[in-house]
């Protein structure tokens, strides 16, 4: 783990985020790796990827916040990369005004605004270290297509996700030039929560131009380009296969 660039990914058990902190790990990083309740599966990631950590922490609860980030440092000794991967969904029509009470649009900002915003704002004493000791240091949110176009699972969802994506921008203004912030915009992913939406698979095979959905490796590529590429800061790499376009 000596002198190996660390990076904490959110929610990194699974989809998404184990692209990604597989990724992170086969070039070269010692990976933190998170989760909210699969434990076991954090202890098994992490014994699978080598110099690796897991803690678990509810990412609603600004203490756990808070601990994650200092847990991970402790065990490592230092933070290069964070990667803001960690979310949460629900699927409501867009005409049912009613179903998307205050509660869901409180739950969702918690998590998929907040808790990011929060993360970084811990996180950046160490990420500042980290660059002015010679390595680039980096954060990458994940957001979703969802958050530039009028889609998404409901509107509270791809309305906290505008919200971090302008968190991002305004994130890469304060924080330059030791840090760079980026975000990735997903579109459909194949992971186990997307397994059953059948309607939207199809519309993916018949108007995105790549023709299928995105696999957690092709987004945890674009994570690790923003995070490789040491000019890029507060953009928002779309990962819709290009779906927008249509």
């Given at each position: 783990m000596a002198g190996k660039r660390v990076a904490l990914v959110t929610g990194s058990t699974s989809g998404i985020g184990l692209g990604i902190a597989r990724r992170l790990a086969n070039d070269g990083y010692c990976v933190a790796v998170h989760s909210r309740t699969s434990a076991e599966a954090g202890h098994a990631l992490a014994a699978?990827?080598?110099?690796?950590?897991?803690?678990?922490?509810?990412?609603?609860?600004?203490?756990?916040?808070r601990r994650l980030v200092h847990e991970t440092v402790a065990a490592?000794?230092?933070?290069?990369?964070?990667?803001?991967?960690?979310?949460?969904?629900?699927t409501i029509p867009h005409a049912d005004l009613q179903a998307a009470t205050p509660e869901i649009w409180r739950d969702l900002y918690e998590?998929?605004?907040?808790?990011?915003?929060?993360?970084?704002?811990?996180?950046?004493?160490?990420?500042?270290?980290?660059a002015r000791a010679g390595s680039p240091a980096a954060v990458v949110n994940v957001a979703s297509h969802a958050a530039?176009?009028?889609?998404?699972?409901?509107i509270p969802y791809a309305a906290s996700k505008a919200a971090l994506v302008h968190t991002t921008k305004l994130l890469a203004v304060t924080l330059a030039p030791d840090i760079r912030v980026n975000a990735v915009a997903p579109g459909l992913v194949d992971?186990?929560?997307?397994?059953?939406?059948?309607?939207?698979?199809?519309?993916?095979?018949?108007?995105?131009?790549?023709?299928?959905?995105?696999?957690?490796?092709?987004?945890?590529?674009?994570?690790?380009?923003?995070?490789?590429?040491?000019?890029?800061?507060g953009e928002v790499m779309m990962a819709d296969g290009g779906l927008n376009l249509t």
């Open positions: 699978e990827l080598g110099d690796a950590v897991y803690v678990q922490a509810d990412l609603a609860e600004d203490e756990d916040r490592t000794g230092r933070l290069d990369v964070l990667v803001n991967n960690a979310g949460i969904s629900g998590v998929n605004a907040i808790a990011p915003f929060r993360l970084v704002a811990e996180a950046e004493p160490h990420l500042r270290a980290a530039v176009r009028p889609k998404g699972a409901s992971t186990p929560l997307t397994e059953t939406w059948e309607d939207t698979r199809a519309l993916w095979r018949e108007r995105s131009p790549m023709r299928r959905a995105a696999t957690p490796e092709d987004i945890a590529q674009c994570v690790t380009a923003l995070i490789d590429s040491t000019y890029i800061s």
